[in-house]
């Protein structure tokens, strides 16, 4: 059995955790905050199609609508696959956002941090983007 270092990365979000799933679960929504992760989203079948940040297109799956906030997804990139643990939790009467960001075997230290400063950046964008 293998287990990769993890960090998981929150952010508090002054907003009601149903509202802020039910934005963060619309696929066409992410290019508005989760630069990280892709832009030019477009819906092929099951999956969805697009450019990560380096331009290279990626494949996503992402999970279905559900009442437990569960938010995880997929990326296909290449003949690589990554899977992401994505939660939206209540706190108080706003949110918790939460993503597990996993290191895998031949990621570099550097790269894992440089990781984190995306993710961490892509919530805190989010958080700006729902408090308005």
Same mark, same amino acid.
């Given at each position: 059995m293998t287990i990769y270092k993890s960090r998981i990365i929150t952010a508090s979000i002054d907003r009601d955790w149903r509202e802020v799933y039910d934005f963060a679960s619309i696929p066409e $929504?992410?290019?508005r905050w989760a630069a990280g992760l892709g832009r030019r989203f477009e819906q092929s079948g099951e999956?969805?199609?697009a450019e990560d940040p380096d331009g290279r297109l990626i494949r996503v799956r992402?999970?279905?609508p559900n009442e437990f906030g569960v938010l995880d997804h997929i990326v296909l990139a290449e003949d690589k696959e990554?899977? $992401?643990a994505v939660r939206v939790v209540p706190n108080g009467t706003g949110a918790e956002m939460m993503f597990t960001l996993l290191k895998a075997p031949d990621m570099t230290e550097e790269v894992f941090a440089a990781d984190a400063v995306a993710v961490e950046r892509?919530?805190?964008?989010?958080?700006a983007l729902l408090e308005r």
């Open positions: $929504n992410f290019q999956e969805w199609t992402f999970s279905r990554t899977r $992401n892509d919530l805190q964008a989010l958080k």
